[in-house]
């Protein structure tokens, strides 16, 4: 989700990338979630983070505490958190589940606005 917001609303001269502590391939929710508010995700792959490559990055935003407990490739100078829950951790029926991707959805989106009029890239 973060990566298509980030690639729809921040400056196309940025190089943007999403990546996990671990590829657990597409979830079908979140691409859902994406498409009721016109955003197609379905092309994009989950991927495993590459800890040659994070060092290249200007910035790496970590959205929940698995990437950022996990991850020691971030003692960099530009390193961001946010405390976003993972909404694939959630348990619960079709209706609630739907809720909590739509919820999480608009936490990032919020998020990603914000970062943008702090102009920070």
Request: hydrophobic share 30%; charged share 30%; net charge positive.
């Amino acid at each position: 989700m973060a990566e298509g917001f980030a690639k729809k609303i921040l400056s196309k001269s940025l190089r943007i990338e999403s990546a996990g502590t671990e590829a657990h391939g597409l979830n079908p929710y979140t691409v859902k979630t994406m498409n009721e508010i016109g955003i197609n995700i379905s092309h994009h792959k989950s991927k495993k983070i590459n800890t040659n490559e994070i060092k290249k990055f200007d910035l790496v935003i970590t959205l929940c505490g698995d990437a950022k407990d996990k991850c020691p490739t971030l003692n960099m100078n530009k390193h961001i958190h946010w405390n976003i829950p993972d909404p694939a951790n959630f348990k619960g029926n079709y209706i609630d589940t739907k809720q909590k991707y739509s919820e999480v959805r608009d936490l990032i989106l919020n998020k990603i606005k914000k970062f943008k009029r702090q102009d920070q890239f």
